[in-house]
């Protein structure tokens, strides 16, 4: 069990909006630490998709934005595709631990 | 073009040692920390060692502390990761990653992985 809590999936229909919550503590994203998101589709590595809250890395498409407020972040998945399938990973730094740390992991499905 | 080449998993016995090796190329190497990350079958993502730009500075996950020794050779853009006492617990594809060149505390590039099985 993470101190990063995901939902273990979300689901939505083609072109619809889905979001991805991380609950974290006062010792990590409550502590001012960055969240970054990483996507990880079917039988490949991950890939970075939000840093720094909300910056998209060059080549992701702006379907794919982040937000962090208090203890808590999220990612959105605007316009919904079938190639968004996978697995979504948020992680940030955890001062109690003294290292970085990844949530469970959250399992996107596209009806 | 940023690459990372895993290699070196194997099937090994439990208490066994096996070394991972990281050949990074697209990069300044020496300007960025780089990381192992693993993944147990079907499981999530964790974070087993990073390793600043220079080399001086290194953190393990408990779960490894004193087994697992992350280290690098600037002059062969590689990084490496030896693991001591492997349990079958270790059993995970390995990642590895770098930082950014800002610093920050994520990594912007992944390798492939390699796996490391841990049976008898």
């Known amino acids: 069990q993470s101190v990063l809590t995901q939902p273990p999936s979300v689901s939505g229909a083609p072109g619809q909006r889905v979001t991805i919550s991380c609950s974290g503590s006062s010792s990590n994203i409550g502590a001012g630490y960055d969240v970054h998101w990483y996507q990880q589709l079917p039988g490949a590595a991950p890939r970075l998709v939000i840093h720094g809250n909300d910056h998209r890395p060059s080549g992701v498409p702006d379907r794919f934005s982040g937000s962090k407020s208090g203890t808590s972040a999220s990612l959105a998945i605007t316009g919904l595709q079938a190639a968004d399938e996978g697995d979504y990973y948020c992680?940030?730094?955890?001062?109690?631990?003294?290292?970085?740390?990844f949530g469970d992991g959250t399992a996107v499905f596209v009806l | 073009e940023v690459q990372l080449l895993e290699s070196g998993g194997d099937l090994v016995q439990p208490g066994g040692s096996l070394r991972l090796s990281c050949a990074a190329s697209?990069?300044?190497?020496?300007?960025?920390?780089m990381s192992w990350i693993r993944q147990a079958p079907g499981k999530g993502l964790e974070w087993v060692a990073i390793i600043t730009g220079d080399g001086d500075v290194t953190s393990h996950a408990d779960s490894v502390k004193g087994r697992f020794t992350i280290s690098r050779d600037n002059s062969k853009d590689t990084v490496y990761l030896q693991m001591n006492s492997l349990g079958v617990e270790d059993t995970a594809v390995y990642y590895c990653?770098?930082?950014?060149?800002?610093?920050?505390?994520?990594?912007?590039?992944w390798g492939q992985g390699t796996l490391v099985t841990v049976s008898s």
């Open positions: 697209g990069f300044r190497f020496s300007n960025c920390s």
């Open positions: 990653a770098k930082g950014p060149i800002t610093g920050d505390d994520y990594v912007d590039y």
């Open positions: 992680q940030s730094y955890d001062s109690d631990l003294i290292h970085y740390v």
